[in-house]
């Protein structure tokens, strides 16, 4: 990722290699110094200059591998020879392609390979190899996946507001909670996605990344409240909604599987009951401060007990007084009125 950002447009060496691609000479680059580079490399012109698009592109015109130092933003050396293993497996077959992708393998540092024919740009990391594409794909994809993450989202509040129904009234089943862990980590597999693809488009990503921050507006505070209020207190086997990262797409589709993986254990099949502690609710009643939310939680031990509590038992709590106990009073009233509309709906 972080070498992706440095090939990203608008920045100075997406610039150089944008030049030579124009200009149709082609290029070899290793970003990187090292010994096992050094030990690599023959020929060439020592020559230790500040980088600028415009040198790397009259470089680019000699025979030979150009070898730039990223973290000094500098020009080592330029018309160098590389002569990797050649035991390397590679299955390149252009020469210039074969040399970066041996490179990269055997000094772990990332190589560049600019085709004059093709007029593609090629980025050579370990055993990773990766097309740099262009702005206008790339965005093309990216609206595609945000059509997706927007059609997620809606769902996702769907379930939600489903759950809220189900805790009031002390329903809520392993399946529930199932259900909106899938969600929850389809949206964070997608934009996962969609960070990488506004990662790679650079300045040209901007309203991308305004769009997504603003879908993405709640959703981590959601599976932070949801972790608090289902964790059991043994919570020995729980890898929560962080395990669902490990499952492939086709398991990600079972409830079975995704709240087996979460870490309710196998007496509890999807139609066991389940309570909820209550944070996420109590976060939803406005003007009550998120540390009084926490209190309540605390002092009450579930959404059902904090229910039954009377306005002087509310009081009880250090720093909750009349008006504020009136407030939560009045919050839990439209969170059971709000549950029993769904319920009739």
């Avoid at 509590?309 to 007084?321: N, R």
């Amino acid at each position: 990722m972080e070498y992706l950002a440095l090939l990203a447009p608008g920045t100075p060496l997406r610039e150089g290699l944008e030049r030579i691609l124009r200009g149709r000479t082609g290029a070899l680059v290793v970003l990187g110094v090292s010994r096992e580079v050094d030990k690599l490399s023959t020929g060439g012109f020592n020559l230790d200059v500040a980088y600028t698009p415009t040198a790397l592109r009259e470089l680019a015109k000699m025979d030979g591998a150009i070898i730039v130092d990223p973290d000094s933003n500098r020009i080592v050396r330029a018309g160098v020879q590389l002569m990797p293993d050649p035991s390397i497996e590679t299955v390149e077959t252009g020469t210039r392609h074969r040399t970066a992708e041996r490179v990269a393998r055997q000094t772990g540092l990332p190589a560049l390979s600019v085709s004059a024919s093709m007029a593609t740009i090629t980025l050579y990391l370990d055993s990773h190899r990766h097309l740099v594409e262009r702005s206008e794909q790339i965005l093309s994809r990216a609206n595609q996946a945000l059509q997706t993450l927007e059609r997620y989202k809606a769902r996702l509040w769907e379930v939600t507001t489903r759950l809220s129904s189900l805790e009031v009234q002390d329903q809520v089943t392993v399946r529930d909670f199932a259900v909106v862990a899938q969600r929850l980590e389809m949206i964070r597999r997608l934009t996962s996605e969609l960070d990488r693809h506004a990662l790679e488009l650079g300045t040209d990503g901007r309203m991308l990344t305004l769009q997504l921050h603003e879908l993405g507006g709640g959703v981590d505070e959601l599976r932070l409240l949801l972790e608090r209020d289902y964790r059991p207190a043994d919570a020995d086997n729980w890898t929560g909604l962080a395990g669902l990262t490990a499952l492939a797409t086709a398991e990600l589709l079972e409830p079975l599987t995704v709240a087996r993986t979460i870490g309710f254990t196998p007496h509890e099949h999807l139609d066991t009951r389940i309570s909820t502690r209550g944070y996420r609710q109590v976060a939803q009643i406005h003007r009550l401060p998120s540390a009084f939310g926490h209190r309540l939680i605390e002092h009450f031990g579930s959404l059902q007990a904090l229910f039954a509590a009377s306005t002087a038992e509310l009081q009880e709590i250090d720093g909750v007084g009349e008006s504020r106990a009136r407030i939560i009073r009045d919050g839990l009233v439209r969170l059971a009125e709000s549950a029993y509309t769904e319920r009739m709906d």
